[in-house]
């Protein structure tokens, strides 16, 4: 019985670069949400995003079975979806915390720093200017 493995965002280069996987034809590969939704919104809802994949991954379930794997290949707000999904669908991934812990720069110069404090140069955290603008 083939593995069900979700993949937010999934392009077709991705699905073509899994299909060179070993035992590749034990996975059937689905894409959850789309590109224009996760990676280039104009206006991001955090938990509009959830609902929707949640949806989206209770109804796929329905017609393919089981939910085996849900797999990141992209930045936030994926990587911080999947870990979520994961536990709520049962499928081992590691745990949020430890997925912003080391997305989120100072949290993660804090991890370093409890573990090799030699090796971490000085750091603090830092607000933006409300007057800064950031291109896309």
Request: charged share 25%.
């Amino acid at each position: 019985m083939k593995r069900n493995v979700f993949i937010p965002a999934l392009e077709e280069l991705q699905r073509i670069e899994l299909e060179t996987l070993r035992n590749a034809d034990d996975l059937s590969i689905h894409g959850l949400l789309d590109i224009p939704t996760l990676v280039e919104p104009t206006n991001l809802s955090f938990n509009k995003v959830l609902i929707q994949a949640r949806q989206q991954l209770n109804e796929l379930k329905q017609f393919t079975g089981s939910v085996d794997a849900i797999i990141a290949h992209w930045d936030f707000p994926t990587s911080v979806l999947v870990p979520i999904l994961c536990r709520e669908f049962g499928i081992p991934a590691p745990p949020l915390e430890s997925v912003l812990k080391c997305e989120h720069k100072y949290w993660s110069r804090l991890e370093q720093q409890k573990v090799i404090p030699e090796m971490v140069p000085a750091f603090a955290p830092s607000t933006p200017s409300p007057r800064t603008r950031w291109s896309r």
